[in-house]
């Protein structure tokens, strides 16, 4: 399967910062790997013309479960599909935390996403303390079995183990704890979804860099990167996507 390079620029970038997209696009004519990024929602509509033709998608990084109304600072998914999105995060554990917000509403998040057309990256991860409890594949379990709704398939969900103690912290799990958590993924998503879950793409995410994208690639059952901190530079960005 075609692997995914996801940037997740969180609340970073400005108008400027589009320069960085401009270049990822001139250096990556034909990537090997398909690659999204997904900026703050103000830049969705112009990153998604500086990429306009090229082989970089754009997505958003949350969504409202609704299509409109009367929800102050919320935006949409067929928003997103409008201002030129093609994915939505959900379910980020900076949104679990920050957010308060719960597998049913990330559930919800999905199907919105779905209806807008738009495929959705559903984020899963353990705290340090559920790892260091030996809880890991029990958490990520639930979070897996609440969160993806019925109806995932492989073109239209793409599921980010991210445990919430590597994210920025310069930590990342052994390439074993790594493969053993994508695995035990990948079989629950084929207990439930069947066949179709072979095709699904199981994404790292946590501070995955350059240095260390091949061997974290390489692991099996790792089909790309969800990719923060060095997906905001296009020449680190642009390390990963060529490890892949
Ligand atoms: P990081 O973030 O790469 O900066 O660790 C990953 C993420 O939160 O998606």
Redesign the pocket.
């Known amino acids: 399967m075609r692997k995914l390079a996801a940037g ?1 620029w ?1 609340m970073n970038g400005t108008g400027s910062s589009l320069a960085e997209v401009e270049a990822l696009v001139a250096a990556l004519p034909a990537p090997s790997c398909d690659v999204l990024i997904c900026p703050p929602a103000t830049l969705l509509s112009r990153m998604a013309t500086v990429a306009d033709g090229s082989a970089i998608a754009i997505g958003a990084q949350d969504c409202h479960a609704n299509a409109s109304g009367a929800n102050t600072g919320d935006i949409s998914a067929e928003m997103i599909a409008e201002a030129g999105g093609t994915h939505v ?1 959900v379910g ?3 949104r679990r935390t920050d957010h308060a917000e719960t597998d049913a509403q990330i559930r919800a998040k999905a199907e919105a996403a779905w209806r807008a057309g738009l495929i959705a990256v559903i ?1 899963v991860g353990e705290t340090l303390a559920e790892r260091e409890a030996g809880r890991t594949l029990q958490i990520v379990g639930e979070q897996l079995q609440g969160s993806v709704p019925e109806g995932a398939t492989a073109a239209n969900t793409v599921v ?1 183990y ?1 445990p919430v103690w ?5 930590k990342v799990p052994t390439l074993d704890e790594i493969g053993e958590v994508h695995g035990d993924i990948r079989a629950r998503l084929g207990d439930r979804f069947g066949a179709e879950a072979q095709g699904m793409r199981l994404l790292y ?5 350059p240095s260390n994208a091949k061997e974290i690639f390489a692991v099996s059952n790792v089909d790309g990167a ?6 905001l530079k296009a020449v680190d960005f642009g390390g990963i996507i060529a490890a892949l």
């Open positions: 997740n969180k995060i980020h554990s900076e984020c980010a991210e590597a994210i920025g912290t310069g995410g946590g501070s995955v860099k969800l990719v923060g901190g060095a997906s």
